[in-house]
C-alpha cells in the first residue's frame, strides 16, 4: 500500500536528500593533504575539527561506527597529518584524538567547497527561504537527537 500521507512524503524526501548528498559529497575533490582517504575518513575529522578533541570509542558512538573501523579510519587520518592522539587530562592511560594545524586547514578548505556547493544549490532561494528550510531542519535533526539514545543536542546541531 503506498502512504501519500505528509509523514510518508517527507520520509521520502528525506531518504532522497540523504542518498543525492552522499552522491554529491563523493565528488567533491579533496585537499593534496587529504588525498587517497576514504571518504569517511574525512567525516570523522570533520567531527574531530568542529567538536573535538574524542576519545576513540566517543567517536565511534558519535558517529554510530564500530570501534574498529574507527580505529582505521583515525589510523588514516593520522598517517595523512591530519590528527594526532594527545594524553586525556581527565585519564592519562586514555588518549584523546585531536585535529592537527594541517588537518584545520584541509577541513577548513573542504568545508569551504561544500558550502560553496550549497550557496550555488540555493542561489534563487530568497533569504527568508532559506531561513525558514534552516528553522525546520534543525528542528527535525532536534527531534532526531532527542529520540536517540546517548545524543547530546548541543554537539549535533553543528
Do not use: C
Not at 6 to 33: C, D, M, P, Y
Not at 42 to 57: K, V
Amino acid at each position: 500500500m503506498h502512504d501519500d500521507s505528509e509523514h510518508a512524503a517527507i520520509a521520502r524526501q528525506v531518504g532522497r536528500f540523504v542518498r543525492l548528498s552522499e552522491r554529491l559529497f563523493a565528488t567533491l575533490k579533496f585537499h593534496e593533504a587529504g588525498r587517497g582517504l576514504e571518504r569517511p575518513a574525512y567525516m570523522l575529522l570533520s567531527r574531530i575539527a568542529i567538536d573535538g578533541p574524542f576519545r576513540l570509542s566517543a567517536l565511534a558512538a558519535d558517529v554510530s561506527v564500530d570501534l574498529s573501523t574507527v580505529s582505521r579510519q583515525v589510523a588514516a587520518l593520522e598517517n595523512a597529518g591530519l590528527v594526532r592522539r594527545a594524553s586525556d587530562p581527565s585519564d592519562r592511560r586514555a588518549s584523546l584524538v585531536e585535529v592537527t594545524e594541517l588537518g584545520s586547514e584541509v577541513f577548513a578548505e573542504n568545508r569551504e567547497r561544500w558550502l560553496a556547493i550549497w550557496d550555488e544549490l540555493l542561489g534563487d532561494w530568497t533569504h527568508e527561504e532559506r531561513q525558514i528550510f534552516a528553522d525546520l531542519f534543525t528542528r527535525l535533526n532536534r527531534s532526531l537527537a532527542d529520540r536517540l539514545p546517548g545524543t547530546t543536542p548541543e554537539r549535533d546541531a553543528r
